[in-house]
């Protein structure tokens, strides 16, 4: 099972990133992606999750509104578009598996640390004029 995390990099205030999570090993419809991110001196906290079986999403109140997050179709592949970014959304990104299979994952376990059992490397968004 492996997670590879890409598409970060450097965009001013205001622009636009995509995100994109790429599963191999498993098969996603099973399980919940969610994404995290990480700032200096900061703890690693929840950014959104979707649940593939379902398609249900859920959000950290800071993103809603400007985040997206969905299955690319056809690819075993979860994206996060972000746009209206900010300089506080400088951090390094991590998409995670969700650990087990549960109703309302996202909303109730998705951005709990523990409740993942495979995360991927991280990417560096640098928000920034």
């Known amino acids: 099972v492996q997670l590879q995390a890409s598409g970060g990099g450097l965009v001013q205030p205001g622009g636009s990133l995509r995100l994109s999570c790429a599963a191999s090993?498993?098969?996603?419809?099973?399980?919940?992606i969610a994404w995290f991110r990480q700032a200096p001196g900061k703890e690693r906290e929840g950014v959104s999750c979707?649940?593939?079986?379902?398609?249900?999403?859920a959000y950290a109140d800071s993103v809603k509104g400007r985040f997206t997050v969905s299955r690319d179709n056809g690819k075993n592949t979860v994206s996060l578009q972000m746009n209206s970014l900010k300089p506080e959304d400088t951090a390094v990104y991590y998409c995670a598996r969700g650990g087990f299979r549960a109703r309302d994952y996202c909303s109730r376990y998705g951005f709990t640390r523990g409740s993942h059992d495979y995360w991927g490397q991280g990417t560096q968004v640098t928000v920034s004029s």
């Open positions: 090993g498993f098969t996603l419809n099973y399980y919940a």
């Open positions: 979707i649940s593939l079986s379902d398609g249900s999403t």
